[in-house]
C-alpha cells in the first residue's frame, strides 16, 4: 500500500478514536496538524487583532469549541480536518473583529466554555470596566481554588503568567502536545467552575 494511503488511513483510525473521546488520539492529530492551523491563523489574524492577540490565544479558543462539535464532525482525513477547524478558527476571528472594532464593545455572549477567554483576553475600556476586570480576575483565582492542582498549575502558567507552552511543558514535565491538551481540559473544567460560582459575566 502506498505511503500516502498508510497515511490517510492512519489519520482516519485516529479521528475515530478521538470522536470516542480517546485524549491520545486527539493530541496526536492536533500535533500533527497545527503547523498548518497555526499558519492560518498568522495568516487571517491581520494587524488589528495581532496587536491585542496572540496566535495562540484564537488557536486555543477555537480548539475549546472543535472538542465540543468533534463527535459530530463527518470527515476523515486530515485536509477535511484542517479544513474543519480553519472555519472555526475563522469564525473566531470575526468574532473578535466585531468586539475590537465595535465602538460600544458591548461583550458578545458566548458559550460556558468561553468564559475564561472573555475575562482574561478582552480588555476593559473604561474606568468602571476596569474595576468590574478585576472583580472577575478575583473570582477567576478564587475558581482556580476548586480546580484539579494539575488544572489550576498549567492556568497560572500558560494564561495568567502568559509562559510559552515551551516553558510551561518543562515546568509540568510534560510534552508540548500534552500541555496544550491539559490546557484546553483546564480552560474547560475554569468555565464550568466560574459558572459554579455564579461568575459567568454579563
Known amino acids: 500500500m502506498p505511503a500516502d494511503d498508510l497515511a490517510a488511513s492512519d489519520f482516519a483510525a485516529l479521528l475515530a478514536r478521538a470522536r470516542s473521546g480517546d485524549p491520545d488520539a486527539l493530541e496526536r492529530i492536533l500535533i500533527r496538524t497545527e503547523a498548518r492551523l497555526r499558519g492560518y491563523v498568522d495568516a ?12 495562540s490565544d484564537v488557536l486555543q479558543n477555537s480548539y475549546l469549541q472543535m472538542l465540543d462539535a468533534l463527535p459530530s464532525f463527518p470527515g476523515r482525513s486530515e485536509d477535511e480536518f484542517v479544513a474543519w477547524v480553519s472555519q472555526i478558527i475563522e469564525h473566531d476571528i470575526h468574532r473578535q473583529h466585531r468586539w475590537f472594532g465595535a465602538k460600544k464593545r458591548k461583550q458578545p455572549r458566548t458559550s460556558e466554555r468561553n468564559a475564561l477567554a472573555r475575562i482574561l483576553l478582552e480588555p476593559p475600556l473604561t474606568p468602571s470596566a476596569e474595576l468590574g476586570g478585576l472583580e472577575r480576575k478575583a473570582l477567576v483565582h478564587r475558581a482556580l481554588e476548586g480546580l484539579d492542582p494539575d488544572h489550576a498549575q498549567v492556568i497560572r502558567l500558560a494564561l495568567l503568567e502568559e509562559l510559552p507552552h515551551k516553558e510551561v511543558a518543562e515546568r509540568i514535565g510534560r510534552s508540548e502536545g500534552a500541555c496544550r491538551m491539559l490546557l484546553m481540559r483546564a480552560r474547560a473544567a475554569l468555565a464550568l467552575e466560574l459558572e459554579r460560582l455564579g461568575g459567568d459575566p454579563k
Open 44 to 55: 487571517r489574524l491581520g494587524p488589528q487583532l495581532r496587536a491585542s492577540l496572540r496566535n
